[in-house]
């Protein structure tokens, strides 16, 4: 067998990949959309006296980070349609790229809720009672009080959220998305894969390149918001 | 208006710990109520049920006439009860995410609905009279503890209670800073603004309060003129505390 690795093809194939960046671009944004309402929800719910509520939001947390991505979408793409169709509904309609934002939004909504808990924990009781020493009411005191400094606190744990999701949006593939790892493979295929090393190397780069900004911009974010202030109060 | 606090009856426990055992106090408009006693005997709970961050098992509470029930109460109440007080905390509690300009007017702008111009004229006449003018812009963090309290004390002051509950002010400053804070709780003493403190500081005690009242398991044991509760109190509990804290 010959070598036939090109390295010099490789920034070649970038814009090609890079066609399907909107895909990827829509899949990460509403799925961290979808995720935050979802993970704030949960969120208040296992902050609630409500021991049910309490329960149930754990329960989901637990079982959402237990299960890996690629597992979730096989049971929600192949598991639910089948289900429906049990009970008279067909799904074969709907578009593949909806089941891939509701898994990531299902998926990240876990994490999510979870960094929301533990923000709002890490803001001191002491900084709600004295809004309501001075007469705030509690959700007034929440949103002007506690919200700004949970989410000082909560910005980077927010920004490798994102970037795991950036990645995870690339099992999109596996159903038959094209995202830019299935435009990626779908290139590799028009070749019958001679070019396949090249092309990966190429998607790879790519992500590689995003997270990089991604991670530029949670550490920007992080100074810009808390310039001169110190989170978590005792 | 004949008084300006009325504690009646009040009991609070958490869990099965009965930590107010039916505390009773009528404050009179002006009046200086200074607190003392050991450390667990309740002080920081009986000032917290007055504005409710706990909330009482029983008994009534009332300011300038304004009378809520403690087992029986509505959050208007609440609330109207606590912008009728106010409190400077211990560990000061500032809001960490703004200056301290921004902490003193919070209450006017949110709570009093000034707009922000006015808010601001109102916020840096206090802030002079506290010492903090040229601090005005900076983060609590940024300032020492007896900076962070007498913003601490603009604050609560800005929002022109019936009545300032103080805990333990001091306690947690580096003792050269302990002068400038007392110094600002002494002249706003002199305003006439009725006020509960909690300290152990004795001679500040006696320069200030009209009265000493002294706490122990959660009841008063004892109170009277601080001449007499300072110099030469009656009950053996008040004298054994005295004789450890001078
Ligand atoms: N939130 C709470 N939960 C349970 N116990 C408490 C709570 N707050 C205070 N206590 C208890 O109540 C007692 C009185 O506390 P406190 O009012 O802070 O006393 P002091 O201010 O006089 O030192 C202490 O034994 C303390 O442990
Ligand atoms: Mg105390």
């Keep these: 067998m010959t070598n036939t690795f090109k390295p010099e093809t490789i920034l070649g194939y970038i814009p090609g990949v890079l066609k399907a960046l909107p895909i990827t671009m829509e899949i990460l944004f509403l799925s961290l959309l979808i995720g935050s309402i979802l993970g704030a929800l949960i969120a208040t719910a296992n902050l609630s ?11 989901y947390i637990s079982f959402m980070r237990g299960i890996p991505t690629l597992v979730l979408i096989f049971l929600l793409y ?20 909806i089941y891939i934002i509701a898994c990531l939004s299902l998926n990240t909504s876990a994490n999510l809720a979870e960094m929301m808990r533990s923000s709002y924990l890490a803001v001191g009781k002491g900084q709600c ?25 909560a910005i980077p744990t927010l920004g490798n959220n994102i970037i795991i999701l950036l990645k995870d949006t690339s099992l999109a593939f596996a159903i038959g998305v094209i995202d830019m790892m299935g435009k990626g493979r779908a290139l590799s295929a028009a070749s019958y894969g001679s070019n396949r ?20 911009s949670s550490k920007s974010a992080e100074k810009a918001y808390t310039k001169g202030r110190k989170q978590s109060a005792s | 208006m004949e008084y300006m606090v009325q504690l009646e009856n009040i009991h609070k426990s958490f869990g099965k710990n009965q930590i107010l055992k039916g505390v009773n106090m009528n404050i009179r408009k002006g009046e200086v109520v200074v607190i003392l006693g050991p450390s667990g005997s309740g002080k920081t709970t009986l000032l917290r049920t007055i504005n409710f961050l706990d909330s009482a098992n029983e008994g009534s509470i009332s300011v300038s006439n304004f009378k809520v029930n403690c087992n029986k109460h509505s959050k208007s109440q609440v609330i109207e009860l606590r912008r ?3 409190m400077v905390f211990q560990n000061y509690n500032l809001f960490q995410n703004k200056t301290i300009l921004e902490n003193v007017m919070e209450g006017l702008i949110v709570v009093k609905k000034y707009n922000k111009k006015e808010a601001k004229k109102v ?17 609590p963090s940024q300032l020492s503890g007896g900076q962070q309290q007498r913003a601490g004390i ?3 002051l800005i929002m022109d209670p019936d009545v300032i509950l103080f805990d333990e002010p001091t306690s947690a400053l580096d003792p050269e800073l302990v002068g400038e804070v007392l110094n600002t709780i002494k002249a706003v003493s002199q305003t006439g603004i009725t006020m509960i403190v909690v300290t152990h500081e004795i001679s500040f005690a006696k320069e200030v309060a009209s009265r000493v009242v ?9 109170e009277g003129k601080p001449t007499e509760m300072l110099v030469n109190p009656k009950e053996p509990r008040t004298q054994q505390f005295l004789k450890r804290i001078i």
């Design chain 1, 49 to 59: 006296n409500n021991i049910l509520l309490r329960k149930m939001s754990s329960g």
């Design chain 1, 78 to 97: 192949l598991g639910l349609p089948q289900i429906a169709l049990n009970i008279g509904i067909d799904m074969s309609n709907i578009n593949k790229s």
């Design chain 1, 129 to 153: 009672e004295a809004a309501y020493s001075i007469g705030m009411k509690s959700f007034t005191a929440f949103r002007r009080i506690v919200l700004p400094q949970a989410f000082g606190i």
């Design chain 1, 197 to 216: 090393l090249e092309v990966y190397m190429a998607t790879g780069i790519i992500f590689w390149v995003l997270c990089i900004i991604l991670e530029y």
């Design chain 2, 84 to 86: 009728k007080t106010a």
């Design chain 2, 123 to 139: 916020s840096m006449e206090i802030l002079d009279k506290v010492g903090l003018l040229e601090r005005c812009d900076y983060y």
């Design chain 2, 154 to 156: 603009a604050r609560a």
């Design chain 2, 214 to 222: 002294f706490m122990e398991g959660g009841n008063i044991v004892e």
